[in-house]
């Protein structure tokens, strides 16, 4: 089955060439799988990249990390945030560099972005998952929707925009058109920028309807995170119409997180400062 979902994948996207797992993860990942792991050279291989080194340490001085004191250097936010933490600030900070700069890219990184910054801070009412795996999540939840924009940048605007109201019926619209969705073409990235197999899952499910027809406990978790993230997002920062089908599509992810509904209008309150000063 799943054999068969990566290969409409590969397929919807012919002709589209999937990007490379960039230089600095795969000597980031060599570095941590060594026998003598060593944090100063974690923080050398980040530092050889200027632009890589800024955005690492504005994302981890940023309120999505909510470090108890600024990280002045990578050598601090690496010794700060630890090592496994880095390497998905890193990736995290690869991928908002990796498409163009056309609307529609524009418009799914910054969603993207936005979505990342609420599952951060939902990831504190969550046990199991990390503010840091929440936020590399948030980012690459819709990398699919990157991948299909590029294959084609006039139609998929508004397969987009509709995934903003109707998160489910959506999927089937996107296969009609494409032959496969952006859940399974952001798997094929995923599983090429080696992210882990529980994000991967979560990235696969996370248009599904509901929650409890998921089997592990933590892919379950990182769905509902999704949900309320997303349903977030698309009231306050796109302006969306938030028809039945999103309201319901946040309700499963409360429900199964148990999330009191004041923490989510906190986090909406959050999300349009944090917007606001971007």
Same mark, same amino acid.
């Given at each position: ?10 397929? +919807? ?9 960039p ?10 799988e ?6 100063i ?14 955005e690492?340490?504005?994302? +981890?001085?940023? @309120?999505?990390?909510?470090? #108890?004191?600024? *990280? ?18 890193v990736?995290? *900070? ?8 056309? =609307? ?9 972005v ?22 590399? !999540? ?10 299909? *924009?590029? $294959?084609?940048?006039q ?32 798997? !094929?990235?995923? #599983?090429?920028?080696?992210? @882990? ?5 979560? &990235?696969?499910?996370h248009?599904? +309807? $509901?929650?409890?027809?998921? #089997?592990?406990?933590?892919?379950r978790?990182?769905v =509902?995170?999704?949900?309320?993230a ?5 009231? &306050?920062?796109?302006?969306a ?26 986090i909406?309150? +959050? ?8």
């Open positions: 089955m799943m054999e068969q979902t990566l290969r409409e994948a590969v397929a +919807a996207i012919k002709g589209v060439k999937l990007p490379e797992l230089e600095e993860v795969a000597l980031l990942e060599r570095e941590l060594s026998r003598f792991v060593n944090s050279n974690v923080a050398r291989i980040i530092e050889q990249n200027t632009t890589l080194s800024g690492v340490l504005r994302i +981890a001085n940023s @309120p999505i990390m909510k470090l #108890k004191s600024p *990280a002045r250097t990578i050598r601090e936010a690496v010794d700060m945030l630890g090592l496994d933490n880095i390497r998905n600030l990736v995290s *900070a690869m991928l908002q560099r990796l498409f163009g700069s056309g =609307a529609i890219y524009k418009e799914i990184m910054s969603h993207s936005d979505v990342a910054f609420c599952m951060a801070d939902l990831s504190e009412w969550v046990a199991g998952v990390s503010r840091d795996e929440a936020y590399m !999540l948030g980012l690459f939840h819709n990398a699919g929707c990157l991948m299909l *924009a590029t $294959k084609d940048p139609g998929y605007s508004k397969f987009f925009s509709q995934s903003q109201s109707t998160p489910v019926s959506v999927l089937d619209k996107e296969y009609q058109a494409y032959g496969s969705t952006h859940c399974a073409i952001g798997v !094929l990235l995923g #599983k090429k920028w080696h992210l @882990p197999i529980d994000m991967l899952s979560a &990235i696969l499910l248009h599904t +309807a $509901k929650c409890d027809s998921i #089997k592990s406990d933590k892919v978790a990182m =509902a995170l999704l949900k309320i997303n349903s977030i997002v698309s009231e &306050i920062s796109l302006g119409y938030r028809g039945q089908e999103m309201r319901d599509y946040e309700l499963d992810g409360q429900h199964e997180l148990m999330i009191d509904p004041d923490v989510v209008k906190e909406r309150l +959050a999300l349009m400062n944090f917007s606001s000063k971007d």
